[in-house]
């Protein structure tokens, strides 16, 4: 297999040294080759890595008690409200779970389901203080492009044109 490595004048040190090039090259191929496919390769998690665990189910917000606090509502309006809060849950997590919608009828789900809520609740608060807090919380005031913390929308903060003056 070395024959060809061999010289025909006869110096083993010519010989020798090119058959060590020879052998380190050989090697260092394989090392190579080796120390790409284990570096492809994805070590098993191990028991107490949080990163391998699934993560559990978040526990569900009783969103009644909060509005309760934040609007300081009267235990009538808990009463009535929680079953409409629940209902809106209820659909939402329905929506989000039908894997069959495109993302823009989704939205367009959300956003009815919303503003059905809304319809209802609404007329439940009283005029002033708890309305306006519920629409701050239902309609928050939309950040301007460019700001920090603010999506980067392509046209979000643009202004719809001026309508053509008639004549």
């Known amino acids: 297999m070395f024959n060809n490595l061999r010289p025909t004048d006869g110096s083993n040190k010519a010989s020798n040294m090119k058959l060590t090039k020879y052998l380190l090259a050989t090697a260092s191929a394989a090392l190579l080759a080796t120390g790409i496919c284990v570096a492809q390769e994805k070590p098993a998690p191990k028991p107490g890595d949080p990163k391998a665990a699934p993560r559990p189910a978040r526990p569900a917000i009783d969103r009644t008690a909060y509005l309760a ?46 503003n059905a809520t809304t319809s209802k609740v609404t007329p439940l608060l009283t005029e002033g203080e708890q309305r306006e807090k519920w629409e701050r919380m239902r309609n928050p005031p939309r950040r301007p492009a460019g700001a920090p913390g603010a999506a980067a929308v392509p046209g979000a903060g643009a202004k719809p044109a001026a309508p053509a003056p008639a004549k």
């Open 69 to 114: 606090k934040t609007l300081n509502l009267s235990d009538e309006q808990k009463g009535k409200i929680k079953p409409i809060m629940e209902e809106e849950q209820t659909q939402l997590t329905a929506l989000i779970q039908d894997k069959s919608l495109l993302p823009e009828a989704r939205m367009a789900k959300i956003k009815e389901i919303r």
